[in-house]
């Protein structure tokens, strides 16, 4: 499947250097890494890309293997591989399936506080099926929006995320595949069994937020197995959208890990 992409780059730009991916997180889309892309877009091509069931592409069932093959197939139609993949959340998970299948394709890979195994998302697998459940009246605005959301969404930051994901107005609807989303959970949720000897070399950075609990020292030895050459750094005061609560620490960190070659 090839997926919607936004590309920017310096015009007549050096491509000696891999280009820099961006996949967004569940109920998110390519436009949620906008701040970081325009930065580093300024000296280096980027990609970012709105995953199956995101943003404007297409819709179908979701795991894992599945979504993975969607970035490979995209980057490859666009002459961009191998890349530097940046991953938030499921779309962390989705670049490091990535790395642990298609090995050749990734130059290096930064992952934004998730790891490699089952958990995560766990208020999200009730909230995708009540959004699928949820019945939109014949006209919505922003404010009715928000009020129609506050009754399954109790957070506004991410009621107003979620309404970037309805088409307003008149007949509003989702306009991501919520329906294929709430029926692909379980798979959200969980990770693949990797089979021995299954690992990734290149350069991994895995960022956590320091309020979060979607990186454990129970993972350690998962990341160790599979990715041996990876490191951790911490925001402290950032939750798990990490990169939206402390964008300056992310930016440095993430410029510091492009420049490391």
């Given at each position: 499947?090839?997926?919607?992409?936004?590309?920017?780059?310096?015009?007549?730009?050096?491509?000696?250097q891999?280009?820099?991916?961006?996949?967004?997180?569940?109920?998110?889309?390519?436009?949620?890494?906008?701040?970081?892309?325009?930065?580093?877009?300024?000296?280096?091509?980027?990609?970012?890309?709105?995953?199956?069931?995101?943003?404007?592409?297409?819709?179908?069932?979701?795991?894992?293997?599945?979504?993975?093959?969607?970035?490979?197939?995209?980057?490859?139609?666009?002459?961009?591989?191998?890349?530097?993949?940046?991953g938030?959340?499921?779309?962390?998970?989705?670049?490091?399936?990535?790395?642990?299948?298609?090995?050749?394709?990734?130059?290096?890979?930064?992952?934004?506080?998730i790891?490699?195994?089952?958990?995560?998302?766990?208020?999200?697998?009730?909230?995708?099926?009540?959004?699928?459940?949820?019945?939109?009246?014949?006209?919505?605005?922003?404010?009715?929006?928000?009020?129609?959301?506050?009754?399954?969404?109790?957070?506004?930051?991410?009621?107003?995320?979620?309404?970037?994901?309805?088409?307003?107005?008149?007949?509003?609807?989702?306009?991501?595949?919520?329906?294929?989303?709430?029926?692909?959970?379980?798979?959200?949720?969980g990770?693949?069994?990797?089979?021995?000897?299954?690992?990734?070399?290149?350069?991994?950075l895995?960022?956590?937020?320091?309020?979060?609990?979607?990186?454990?020292?129970?993972?350690?030895?998962?990341?160790?197995?599979?990715?041996?050459?990876?490191?951790?750094?911490?925001?402290?005061?950032?939750?798990?959208?990490?990169?939206?609560?402390?964008?300056?620490?992310?930016?440095?960190?993430?410029?510091?890990?492009?420049?490391?070659?």
């Open positions: 499947m090839l997926l919607n992409t936004i590309e920017l780059g310096p015009e007549n730009g050096d491509r000696s891999p280009p820099v991916v961006f996949l967004h997180g569940l109920f998110g889309r390519a436009r949620n890494f906008g701040f970081f892309q325009r930065r580093i877009a300024a000296t280096r091509r980027t990609l970012a890309l709105d995953l199956r069931n995101h943003g404007n592409s297409p819709h179908g069932m979701m795991d894992y293997p599945t979504l993975a093959g969607d970035v490979r197939e995209t980057l490859a139609a666009h002459d961009a591989l191998p890349a530097t993949i940046i938030h959340s499921m779309g962390g998970k989705v670049a490091m399936m990535l790395a642990l299948t298609f090995p050749v394709d990734v130059h290096s890979l930064l992952i934004a506080d790891a490699p195994g089952k958990g995560g998302f766990s208020q999200s697998q009730s909230l995708a099926g009540k959004m699928a459940d949820l019945r939109f009246p014949d006209f919505l605005d922003r404010a009715a929006a928000d009020a129609l959301l506050g009754r399954i969404i109790s957070e506004k930051p991410v009621r107003d995320l979620m309404m970037m994901n309805i088409d307003m107005g008149e007949h509003p609807h989702w306009n991501i595949g919520i329906q294929e989303i709430a029926a692909s959970m379980p798979a959200i949720v990770w693949p069994e990797m089979g021995d000897g299954v690992h990734y070399d290149g350069p991994t895995f960022v956590a937020g320091g309020r979060s609990h979607y990186i454990t020292p129970d993972n350690y030895p998962a990341m160790r197995r599979l990715f041996p050459n990876y490191r951790l750094e911490t925001i402290p005061d950032a939750g798990h959208w990490v990169h939206a609560q402390a964008p300056a620490a992310f930016l440095e960190l993430l410029v510091n890990f492009l420049s490391e070659g």
